[in-house]
């Protein structure tokens, strides 16, 4: 296999591409709520450079690095997907009142996080996922 699939590049901007670079309103489109999910035997860090990427995005995103499989990640793949689901619903219910709009949820996932995050998302098709 000569190709291997890309899943983030840096490069920076072109002088021309700085003044037409489009900035998200965040006030009128809601919270975008970023959920890192680790791998096999993770830590709730493994993924945390990317946080700094996606401030740069976007200020006021929201972030939520799972910690429920921290302990075991050899349990069952369901059971590992609805202590993500438990933990998000719990971190919504906490940090985006009523008042407030949540208007996205994004998973960024590794390897056996990306398992756990399908078998969660049936459990969460209440949010904006």
Avoid: W
């Avoid at 591409?17 to 975008?32: C, E, F, N, P």
């Avoid at 429920?68 to 050899?74: A, G, P, W």
């Amino acid at each position: 296999m000569d190709k291997i699939p890309l899943i983030f590049e840096e490069a920076p901007l072109q002088k021309e591409q700085v003044s037409t670079a489009k900035h998200i309103d965040s006030k009128s489109l809601g919270r975008h709520l970023y959920i890192f999910v680790h791998g096999f035997q993770g830590c709730s860090l493994d993924m945390d450079i990317f946080k700094t990427y996606l401030l740069l995005y976007n200020a006021s995103s929201c972030f939520l690095f799972s910690k429920s499989n921290e302990s075991n990640t050899t349990k069952d793949i369901g059971e590992l997907g609805q202590k993500l689901a438990e933990e998000v619903k719990a971190f919504i219910a906490r940090r985006f009142p009523k008042q407030e709009k949540l208007s996205k949820i994004t998973f960024l996932s590794h390897s056996l996080g990306g398992l756990i995050t399908r078998a969660a998302l049936p459990l969460l098709s209440d949010y904006p996922c």
